[in-house]
Nanobody
Framework: QVQLVESGGGLVQSGGSLRLSCAAS????????MAWYRQAPGKQRELVAT???????NYADSVRGRFTITRDNAKSTVSLQMNSLKPEDTAVYYC?????????????WGQGTQVTVSS
C-alpha cells in the first residue's frame, strides 16, 4: 500500500509564501505522474499542478506564475512552492500519485494539509 504524507501547510498572510511537501513510501520513479489538488469548503476538489516522470509540468490558470511544482526522485518527494498567496488559495491541499498504465494506473491520495491565507 502506497502512503503519501503531506506537510508544510499553515496560516499565512495574503502575499506570503508556503512550501508544501509530499513524501511517498515508494520510489518516485514508479509513478507516471504526481500532482497537487485542493478543495475549498463547499467546492469540488480541483487540480492545482501536475508533474510527469519526464519533468514536464502543468498548472491551473489560477496559480500559474505563482506556484511551482517540483519532484526529487532521490528523496521520493514532490513539493509545491506557493508564492503571492491569496485568500482564495485557502483550501485543503492533497498530494496525488498515479501508477504507470502498464502496472494498473491506480491513483493514490495523501491525507491533506490545510492552507489558510488571511486577508
Amino acid at each position: 500500500q502506497v502512503q503519501l504524507v503531506e506537510s508544510g501547510g499553515g496560516l499565512v498572510q495574503s502575499g506570503g509564501s508556503l512550501r508544501l511537501s509530499c513524501a511517498a513510501s515508494r520510489s518516485m520513479l514508479s509513478f507516471a505522474n504526481m500532482a497537487w489538488y485542493r478543495q475549498a469548503p463547499g467546492k469540488q476538489r480541483e487540480l492545482v499542478a501536475t508533474i510527469i516522470s519526464g519533468g514536464s509540468t502543468n498548472y491551473a490558470d489560477s496559480v500559474r506564475g505563482r506556484f511551482t511544482i517540483t519532484r526529487d526522485n532521490a528523496k521520493s518527494t514532490v513539493s509545491l512552492q506557493m508564492n503571492s498567496l491569496k485568500p482564495e488559495d485557502t483550501a485543503v491541499y492533497y498530494c496525488y500519485a498515479k501508477d504507470w498504465p502498464h502496472t494498473g494506473g491506480r491513483g493514490y491520495w495523501g491525507q491533506g494539509t490545510q492552507v489558510t491565507v488571511s486577508s
